[in-house]
Nanobody, 122 residues
């Protein structure tokens, strides 16, 4: 089993910054991709940013140049530094682990965090 603990959400004024963190624990052998998704009210969940085990990153166009994703492969953590926040960034942000291989089985699994609220006021 894998547990995800998210932290760092909150309320911030437009132009401010927040840092989200997600720590994964459990019987983890490897994680191919770690990322953040978000879902605003009435909208579909969308990819914000992701980083592979080799360090390749992928960002939504709307956050390029403002958000930076990073991961620690030893600690199995992923962080999202969000700068120059805008009201349209308001959403629940979810940590995602993609293609996780456990020490106990040869199969791959995906995991989601419980979500953390980010609210940007204008």
């Amino acid at each position: 089993q894998v547990q995800l603990v998210e932290s760092g959400g909150g309320l911030v004024q437009a132009g401010g910054s927040l840092r989200l963190s997600c720590a994964a624990s459990g019987s983890i052998f490897s994680i191919e991709s770690m990322g953040w998704y978000r879902q605003a009210p009435g909208k579909q969940r969308e990819l914000v940013a992701a980083v592979t085990s080799s360090g390749s990153t992928n960002y939504a166009d709307s956050v390029k140049g403002r958000f930076t994703i990073s991961r620690d492969n030893v600690k199995n953590t992923v962080s999202l530094q969000m700068n120059s926040l805008k009201p349209e960034d308001t959403a629940v942000y979810y940590c995602n682990l993609d293609r996780v291989v456990l020490t106990t089985t040869p199969f791959e699994y995906d995991y989601w965090g419980q979500g953390t609220q980010v609210t940007v006021s204008s």
